[in-house]
């Protein structure tokens, strides 16, 4: 069972192209040497464009995205602050939790799993704060327990309808590199996402992109922070020396895989992502079943959470590919535990990838007793991608023998 | 188009599993060192193993299998010495070609193409040989350009049956440590393979089994030979030590990859390859497709050559695979150019990647004109794989959210 | 001057074993498999072997050893707690410097940059502290800007002789794994160290082991805390999983550099440690110079900070072994910039690398303007070395031609 | 004493550049894919660039140099051919050895181990060649058994002078890429060299450059040959695709070292060569010991052979390297086995690595007894390497703390 080359469909960590796996795998560096800046400065540079910011600041931390998290709230907001949040899957929970325990005073809106951000209930709580309390609106970007994208731009469109200045603060953790993501154009204060999903690296960075008024705020921020600050932090944008020790070989990484995006083209990776990831919802769908995200306006192009037939254990389904296919799913958590199972298709990924996630999951699905039909999925995705793909047809190469 | 990992099918060389690439990705070793024997003298033993000889004794060439070839000819026979070969591919073809060119008396049978080994005329040849001028037999056990696997032992038979003492060849390039072979238990004199195909290496390793008898032979042996011949080469299995410049890597890959052979198991691994091989078979013949190989008892478990439909084109089929999905079939040779496609099922492989295999077939195929069902093959294939594994399937296992 | 292997002599991020970086070097893994606990759970028990503690707990954080401090404070005390520090170095500076930021009330003792902890004074202060304000000692064991090893037993003997009850904190980020260190002997509390230093992996996790006492003031610290909360980080040394993205990739490298460090015992590896530095003090010495460390009871096994003569600019020896020699050595900061260059002698090194950080010392330094004698320093540190190794003396060993 | 780095001074394997151990470590890829001549076509054009050739063809087969060696004699000579050699070092007589074993008719001057080619008795030999039945002249450029460089020009020379027209052939297997080979300018008709020495490769690639004039002799040539035929190995350079399956990962890996050697400037890659070695011989007179090369004239810039005093056994020396100081040198061979011991110093190497293999073979010499200056030898090099790399001297740096 452990023969071939193992088949990983989480939303997360995902596959480390070979070329971002030979950038790593180098001697330790010397962090002060004289040119250590010339790896370090263009990184920053480049991440702007990845997050599509001109303005914006890049704070690169050695953590997870959890990390990040903690440091756009520590660095930015004040005990007792209060922000308006909203909460569909596990990890707007968490983000929600992580904010109540940081001391902030949460509103936190609880929206059915399989939904998004409710924008038309962020337009009345914000119309209705007429004493503007509310100091940041959050928003995930990307559920990724459920497979859902909300509307950053319509929060937005509902701060400037409601003139309230509150700042916007992204989760895009899931989202970014692989959904279309406009920080400047949306008028997003500050968003963060970690190394681990789009940016096909191992998880130990977390990225934060923060806007000239979320800096301001950080002036009088007064959550007590050390390992998490700003200040210290952003030396290495303008110096390409980091106060503490960084990860050189995730930089490597990080550059190895900014140069695979902008050679193929953010936009072009976005379109990618959209093209596999629709092919997986066709195979879904041929095989009668459908997504947790309830509304076409939702679904996900980074992962897909499928609920599984009503006598049908979704751990099950996992545990089959797991064991018997060598092919890792994403597990239902909390509320849709054993009701979901979910593929991954971000990252570093090809059609022929997404049939084979395809292919494990029917017979992981039929050896747990759901009744679908042996390759229907498959052959939904395939006329999906050929169709995508034909477009580009090459004339008939020659090969020598 | 260059996203995510590449899908290699054809028969050798063959996928590198990671443990292996690790092994040889080392700083360069000292040849001459004390403990370089450790390394070593291992191997050739356990290459004992993988041919099933207690008697044999092993070569080891820096070369490919083509190499291995010249080894065992030039170092056993004489110009001038009459063989008895078969041709029913490109590899058996090349192989009575380089028999001709190193002076020897070839007799060749032609025999079609999806044949083998045309055991009952070598019985014929053998018995009217009165003269006993056959000096060997050659047995091209698995023809890889036509999907083919030949009955060595049957060939041992009719030497036996005859009474014939002629030498015992066999290629088994790509059989060895993939399909069942037994050189002591068949009596075959001299094996040859190289380290790219069931090994799962790159090229660089021809490797021979040569028994007591060919070894006898060897001693009367006077053509010229310096590189190839056993006189120098057999220093390595005595004292560790070559009397040129090893490649070190790939004995540290070889290494790694014999441990993992005899991890799995000799007998398991050639059962895997059966299993995985059915899948394919089973999917071709849902296409309504013929493999080249004409009868069931010629089916090799290593490789597929599929005929194509009339109107197609096979170049065509591998063209689309490895221009619009990345993923690479083996050619038809020669007089089956444009006829045929081939799917290497060999070394390191899995079920899921099997089907990525048939996915990727399928809409290669079908962008090439061939009617045949989107999701067929793969239907077809996974029904096999789930009733061999289903066996083992795994209760339950929790999973931590 | 890019040609061949970079020498690098920091002390810290350090060198990473070719077997270590092998073992990082693979394709990403599904951190929720039910067998990912078998990589995990080892880990926790092999660390309280390196901190040799049988009753302390293990916390593994994505960060930094910085991100390590800082998880040690805000779980352990509260704003406002009193804390007994010292201060003779940049990294006891920036410790003593996060204490304050973190809302803690630091009774910090300067003492002479050379010399380590001031036992005798910490006595008298523990002594004076009758309404036992004071809830934690920190000590520093090893400082590394000036190569100071500081007496963690003596702290722990002044804390029993005088009967205070405050906790006792180490950072042991540059000694742990390299220099002894015995947690449960010495009565420590909380012990940090980093995945960069003696670990010989890159920078990216921060490790603390944390003593039953530490864990019960644990359970009244009140300072907010998520990232680097204990409560949630307990998960992994029970269950084996996160309860966010690990860097698999990194505890795939532990696991190598624990297997190594085991392999040679970790008493030989601080003999090694020993063996190694004492060679470089011979070679500092047999040029004239002196350490930073004004005793020799404050030398430092892992790392040595040179004094330069006055007329020289120690930046100028650090920029010539970088630009000239490919060799990196560490800077003098803060107080001792431009007066002090360091050698890094810990992780993954032998004689010969020694030997050769001395050579190119000598190098720089003479290009720098140093009068020292071409030569001395290797001379004295290969008389050393061959005393300690001429023990183990082997006799002549054939080696093939 | 396995910990750090080995420290690899044999006159090859060299050791391997991390950039190129990078290149190699790749999925395997399909070597009849379209844009595989992209990899393959540029090497040939670029090896021309390496032999200093615009009319030579370049052949690469998978062995190692010995098997080039082969290649060129049975490609372009007969059976009873008369050939001109000398022999002054195992590798030379080894070549002689093989010239004589596939059939030609080796007149062959035994000279001094420590002299070069006796170009003045080879000029003697072909003026008295009236009836030209000398076919081919054979030079080996540096003998690596003794570390002397013979004078190839001067052969040429002496062929003009006598107007003799047999063909000259050149062993640069421990030259070329690393000491002065003008192939056309010396008119050259056939050098080989191998991947492993100053390619920096692995073994594992046998390389010829052939001449016009040699092609025309292979036009004529009979001796059976296939695996290394000419014919056959044309292809590679003219369509991008191997006869039989090539070590895909070498040439990945020789891309690299190609990449490596025209971005630092094949003479300054020669000059550095130089800088090197003058400084381990300088190192060596220091210590009051010979090279085995007996006049300045032979020394070689990639290896130098160090006779030890009388009462010293060089097999010693060597294991006290290998034991106690996990250095490799080069063994005495043959005839000075005992007598000598080698440093190589080609491929990938920098001051300071040498600067180590001095520092390792003071103590190995001074372990078995060898009367000798414990940093002598270091110093006189640290002397030398100043004087030649001051000039390039920088500027004070200022580094980040």
Redesign the interface.
């Known amino acids: ?8 469909f ?1 939303p ?7 070329a971002v ?14 040119d250590f800046p010339d790896l370090v400065l263009p990184l920053f540079a480049d991440l702007k464009g990845v997050f599509r910011t001109d303005n914006g600041s890049i704070f690169l931390f ?6 990040a ?2 440091a756009a709230i520590s660095n930015t907001l004040n ?1 007792g602050d209060r922000v308006l949040m909203s909460r569909f899957g ?1 990890f707007s929970h968490l983000w929600a939790d ?1 904010a109540g ?3 902030l005073d949460v509103e936190c809106l609880d929206v059915e799993w399989g939904e998004g951000v409710p924008v038309e209930e962020y337009r009345r709580r914000l119309d209705a704060d007429k004493n503007r309390r509310i100091k940041a609106v959050f928003v995930t970007h990307n559920e990724t327990a459920t497979g859902v994208t909300s509307d950053v731009a319509a929060v937005r469109a509902a701060l400037d309808d409601t003139g309230h200045k509150a700042l916007l603060f992204v989760d895009g953790v899931s989202s970014i590199a692989s959904i279309e993501f406009r920080m400047d154009d949306w008028g997003v204060d500050l968003a963060v996402t ?1 190394s ?1 999903k789009g940016l096909m690296l ?3 960075l977390g990225i934060l992109a923060v806007s000239p008024k979320a800096l301001e705020a950080h002036a009088s921020s007064t ?7 700003f200040e210290d932090m952003k030396a290495p944008s303008e ?3 980091f ?8 930089l490597l990484g990080l550059r190895a895989s900014l140069d695979l995006i902008f050679a ?1 083209g953010l936009d072009a990776v976005i379109a ?1 992502h959209h093209r596999l990831a629709e092919g997986v919802r066709r195979g879904v769908h041929a095989w009668g079943l459908n997504l947790c995200a309830t509304e076409k306006k939702w679904w996900s192009d980074t992962v897909s959470a499928i609920v599984v037939p009503e006598d049908v ?1 979704a ?2 389904v ?3 590919g ?7 799913f ?2 239902g ?2 509320k849709v ?1 054993g009701r979901v199972f979910r593929i991954g298709h971000l990252g ?6 997404c ?2 996630a395809l ?2 999951a ?2 992981s699905l ?2 747990a007793g759901a009744k679908i ?4 999925g ?3 995705a ?2 999906w ?2 169709s995508q ?2 477009l ?10």
């Open positions: 069972m452990r023969n071939g080359t193992s088949h990983l989480v997360g960590p995902t596959n480390i192209p070979d796996r030979r950038a790593m795998n180098v001697p330790m560096q010397d962090m002060r040497a004289p050695p953590g997870s995205g959890t990390g998290w903690e005990r596990q992580m325990r940081l001391g970690g681990q191992p998880a130990g959550i007590e922070r050390c390992y998490f600050s110096t390409g020396y106060p503490y020790t960084p990860p050189t070989q995730l193929e990618r254990d751990r099950q996992i545990a089959n797991y064991s018997k296919y060598r092919t890792s994403g597990a958590l909390s535990a570093d990924l090809n059609e022929v990838m049939l084979s292919a494990a029917e017979m039929r050896d039909e042996a390759g229907s498959v052959a939904a395939q006329e991608y050929r793909i034909g580009a047809a090459p004339n008939l190469q020659e090969r020598a023998a």
